[in-house]
């Protein structure tokens, strides 16, 4: 069972982040195609760019061939002049619509959250606990 | 030398990861390898440094051959060799005694509903 919600409330802080990490990648690497395709390493360099979001460079891989299998992009080899060949990705309708779905759902999330979260004084959390 | 050494890291690191995805489809772990191949070689492409220890953190940057594994196992849907298995074996014990037991009492109920007074 992957990222069931009721095991989300019971980890820590840190095993949390990495779970949502690895849920928006996905959306991410959608965003990147929709502006332009991208070759794995190309994807990769944006990503790390950004910070945070890639903690292991290599388990992007799994993610494009699960994307691909579900039909959200496709793939072209293809020769290049300065280098080794390389595996371009370019998004699908299919892909298009499961980002433009999830940017909605990602803003009310985000929203919601920030509501609930600044709606509480610094004061009312109180000191952190020693560990 | 320092080339040698580089491709023998490489070759092991790629080794590993094979191993690690033994469980998944052949089709799906041969995609995995042939990106990291292609990202490896790109890196080196565009690397300036070539020595062994570029080499290494490259492949440290890539990532635990393990976690790679269990990353592709959660985003591809296998949970590990007993989930393939499951898969192949069709309908089990439980399902064909619920079906079959369904089959025989449906009726039953049917006639009992037929004999009610109301």
């Known amino acids: ?131 | 030398v320092s080339g040698n050494r580089s491709n023998l890291l490489i070759h092991d690191y790629l080794g590993q990861v094979e191993s690690e995805l033994r469980d998944l489809p052949p089709s799906q772990r041969q995609e995995i390898l042939d990106d990291l191949r292609a990202h490896i070689d790109e890196a080196r492409s565009v690397e300036t440094d070539t020595s062994s220890a570029g080499v290494r953190h490259l492949l440290a940057r890539l990532g635990d051959p393990a976690e790679l594994a269990r990353e592709a196992r959660e985003r591809i849907g296998v949970e590990g060799p007993a989930a393939i298995e499951r898969v192949k074996t069709g309908p089990g014990g439980l399902e064909i005694v619920a079906i079959i037991l369904t089959a025989l009492f449906w009726p039953v109920g049917i006639v009992l509903t037929w004999l009610s007074p109301r």
Request: proline content about 4%.
């Open chain 1, 1 to 131: 069972m992957q990222g069931s919600v009721w095991y989300s409330v019971a980890m820590n802080g840190t095993a949390l982040i990495s779970q949502m990490r690895r849920g928006a990648l996905e959306f991410c690497v959608l965003a990147l195609l929709a502006h332009r395709e991208h070759y794995g390493f190309e994807l990769v360099q944006r990503l790390s760019d950004a910070g945070g979001l890639l903690t292991s460079q290599g388990t992007i891989y799994p993610l494009l061939s699960r994307l691909r299998k579900d039909g959200l992009v496709t793939t072209e080899w293809r020769e290049s002049t300065s280098g080794p060949p390389r595996k371009y990705y370019r998004l699908t309708g299919a892909g298009r619509d499961a980002l433009y779905s999830y940017r909605e759902q990602w803003r009310l999330f985000r929203d919601a959250v920030d509501a609930i979260l600044n709606s509480i004084p610094e004061e009312a959390i109180g000191e952190r606990q020693p560990i």
